[in-house]
């Protein structure tokens, strides 16, 4: 039987004279566990969707919604969406799901999505043929528009307000079917998001602009099954591999060497007589050219690989995943500029 789990990190204060000037900073303990729920079929994601309620979806295409009561540190079955996903009358997998305030967004392997709001017991509304292939990750972009990844390579935008099924963009990578697992927005540039393929390749796409990625980036030996970028330090991005690898990818030096660049070959550097540039020039690290992005820093986290990671979040200095024997690993990141 498999289970829905709480856990607790305690975070304690730790005095680090390692530096030589003592300095003291939260460190976090192993993870402690406080409740847990049953659950039928694989865990293919999950959710908090507010302090005390939590959103799993199924590999028997059932979507959960779970209630944390505080008080007697329990977990109980809220509400269940049954067989959401299904393909000849068969339930199938719903792979990945999407919250934002009561609305959740589920996908499947049937390619069907789904739209549900907490406060009803049927999906309010359903695209029965989004896509013909499994799609594998979903995320809201803005309040009414999500994005969808699946396993053709093409990324798809939808906006709730549309009385269309069509999806309102579709992009992709040119003559490349290889599927997409993954992926994850800009905290604070919506349009900017971030891909991870069954090659291992982070690809980089400007929603404003083009129908194809703004970069490729060869990363992992095999798929990449998560990645996120910090919330607070959105030049930081964190991926994880089916290769039981952990990367940290660390773009702060692409801004400084791009503007070097441009003081350079402009003019505008000291004794040039050139003024200073406006600070618009400044072009987001992650949407820089190819030769800017020969100055990313990229970290291993694990020092020595696993079974594969297929699940990773960060919140603040802690980075906390998991791998497919069941472990779970925390760590504590170093301050991040």
């Known amino acids: ?55 799993s979806s199924s590999s028997s295409g059932t979507v959960t919604l779970y209630k944390h009561h505080t ?39 049937d390619g069907r999505i789904n739209v549900l709001n907490i406060a009803q017991k049927d999906p309010s509304r359903t695209i029965g043929k989004a896509d013909s292939c499994t799609v594998n990750g979903v995320i809201f972009l803005k309040q009414f528009e999500f994005l969808t990844v699946n396993s053709t390579g093409q990324l798809k935008i939808y906006d709730l307000r549309s009385k269309s099924d069509d999806p309102a963009q579709t992009l992709s990578v040119t003559g490349d079917l290889t599927p997409l697992q993954c992926v994850d927005k800009h905290p604070s540039q919506s349009h900017i998001v971030a891909t991870g393929g069954d090659d291992g390749t982070l690809g980089i796409w400007d929603l404003r602009q083009d129908k194809f990625p703004v970069s490729l980036m060869e990363a992992h030996s095999s798929t990449v099954w998560e990645l996120k970028f910090h919330k607070t330090s959105p030049d930081h991005l964190f991926t994880c591999s089916d290769d039981g690898s952990l990367w940290h990818w660390d773009s702060t030096q692409i801004n400084s060497f791009s503007m070097a660049a441009i003081n350079h070959y402009s003019g505008t550097g000291a004794g040039s007589g050139g003024g200073s540039l406006p600070s618009q020039t400044t072009v987001n690290p992650w949407l820089e050219t190819e030769i800017a992005k020969n100055k990313m820093e990229i970290t291993s986290l694990l020092s020595d690989k696993s079974l594969p990671i297929n699940s990773l979040d960060i919140t603040g200095h802690a980075l906390i995943c998991g791998n497919d024997g069941e472990t779970i690993f925390t760590l504590n990141l170093p301050a991040l500029r």
């Open 71 to 109: 008080s007697s540190q329990t977990l109980g079955n809220s509400h269940q969406w049954e067989r959401l996903h299904h393909h000849c009358n068969k339930p199938c997998p719903c792979t990945c799901l999407a919250v934002r305030e009561d609305c959740i967004i589920t996908a499947g392997e």
């Open 1 to 55: 039987e498999n289970k829905v789990c709480l856990w607790k990190v305690n975070r304690e204060k730790k005095f680090d004279e390692g530096d030589g000037r003592g300095t003291e900073g939260d460190v976090d303990n192993d993870p402690i566990p406080i409740c847990e729920a049953s659950h039928i079929g694989d865990v293919t994601g999950l959710e908090f969707i507010s302090e005390d309620h939590i959103v």
